[in-house]
């Protein structure tokens, strides 16, 4: 059996229970030795095989897994955060089910809620914005066109990017063309949940010179919107006491 496990953000309390409790179990971990905490390791098996798929190809991973499962032994994919964002599974998916190999995926905590935590914020405040984009820059790996960062700025709404630390002047350009104001509030937090965790607050416009003041080249998203200032927000209404839900009567008053 393989498990594709989500590591979660970065602080090695962050993997959820299942996921700890797969790792530990494990006879065989392939681990993303660039961006997984090697900390979250320490407590496998003493016979436990390890393997940094940061220096694999696609096709050693799968190879790996295949001996394994011939073996009869139990392999965990380690993966960032959550595996379904910028993981990279579809691909090792497929070639499990064309061997034959069975496999179920452990969510994890995503970076982009990390994020949030570190800043305290919320990303969807009324009357600021209900809704969250989250996307990349185009770079090796390209974006199809009609999901350009100009065209998501343009709905104005809050935007977490990954992958795009490198990229921060051309960033600020496409959200400043897409519809942000330079003035935008900003964030860039650098290895979220880390015990090297960093944030900076800037704007649209400075996030490039932010960034380059803090030194901080990659392994950061970059946050975007109103809701990063956290102000000039309406109350909810679930917990307004004007408002009736399904387990609470309100006044009926307004005002």
């Not at 694999?56 to 897994?65: G, K, S, W």
């Not at 860039?188 to 400075?206: L, Q």
Request: hydrophobic share 40%; aromatic share 6%; proline share 5%.
């Amino acid at each position: 059996m393989v498990h594709i496990v989500g590591a979660g953000p970065g602080a090695p309390d962050l993997i959820t229970v299942r996921g700890k409790d797969l790792l530990d179990r494990a006879d065989v971990i392939i681990y993303a030795g660039s961006l997984v905490n090697p900390a979250l390791l320490e407590s496998r098996k003493a016979q436990c095989q390890v393997y940094d798929s940061a220096k694999m190809t696609l096709e050693e991973v799968i190879a790996v897994m295949e001996a394994a499962e011939l073996e009869g032994k139990t392999t965990v994919r380690l993966h960032t955060g959550d595996p379904c964002i910028y993981g990279a599974i579809r691909e090792q998916m497929d070639e499990l089910e064309e061997r034959g190999i069975p496999y179920d995926v452990c969510p994890g905590v995503s970076s982009f809620c990390g994020a949030a935590s570190a800043l305290k914020m919320e990303y969807t405040l009324p009357d600021v914005t209900q809704s969250v984009i989250i996307t990349r820059m185009a770079g090796r790996t390209p974006v199809p066109e009609r999901e350009s960062i100009a065209s998501f700025a343009a709905h104005g709404a809050t935007m977490v990017i990954f992958l795009s630390a490198g990229m921060l002047d051309e960033l600020s350009r496409e959200l400043i063309k897409g519809g942000y104001f330079p003035d935008t509030p900003a964030a860039i937090v650098y290895k979220a949940t880390w015990a090297e965790e960093k944030t900076v607050i800037c704007t649209v416009e400075s996030l490039s010179a932010s960034a380059g003041r803090e030194n901080i080249r990659k392994t950061a998203l970059i946050l975007v919107g109103n809701a990063v200032a956290q102000s000039s927000y309406e109350r909810s209404r679930l917990y307004d006491p004007v408002f009736t839900t399904e387990y609470r009567k309100g006044t009926g008053e307004e005002g």
